[in-house]
């Protein structure tokens, strides 16, 4: 069985824009990588996830941590502005 080299794309720390659905609308999120998560079978990767910590998108003034959130839902990292 050949091994797999991916990696995930994200680290901890990263701050990223991710979506997240409520199972009735998606939302556009941003928040920072607590713990990436890689699941195996075998030698292959078989998922990578991620939490993030966030502000709430129901109650926006509320930090939350978004739990499970699949890698193909992460949009990019955040560019941090020079100031």
Same mark, same amino acid.
């Given at each position: 069985?050949k091994? =797999?080299l991916?990696? @995930?794309l +994200?680290? #901890?720390? *990263?701050?990223v824009n991710?979506r997240f659905s409520?199972? &009735?609308? =998606?939302?556009?999120?941003?928040g !920072?990588?607590c !713990?990436? *998560?890689?699941f195996? /079978?075998?030698?292959q990767?078989t998922?990578? =996830? +991620? *939490?993030? $910590?966030g +502000?709430d998108?129901? /109650? @926006?003034?509320?930090?939350c941590?978004y739990k499970?959130?699949d $890698?193909? +839902?992460?949009?990019? &990292?955040? #560019?941090?502005?020079?100031g």
């Amino acid at each position: 069985m050949k091994k =797999e080299l991916r990696a @995930p794309l +994200y680290r #901890q720390g *990263d701050l990223v824009n991710f979506r997240f659905s409520n199972g &009735r609308k =998606e939302f556009s999120c941003r928040g !920072t990588i607590c !713990t990436v *998560d890689m699941f195996r /079978s075998g030698e292959q990767i078989t998922g990578i =996830e +991620y *939490d993030i $910590e966030g +502000y709430d998108h129901a /109650s @926006p003034g509320k930090k939350c941590i978004y739990k499970h959130i699949d $890698e193909k +839902y992460i949009v990019g &990292r955040v #560019q941090k502005s020079i100031g």
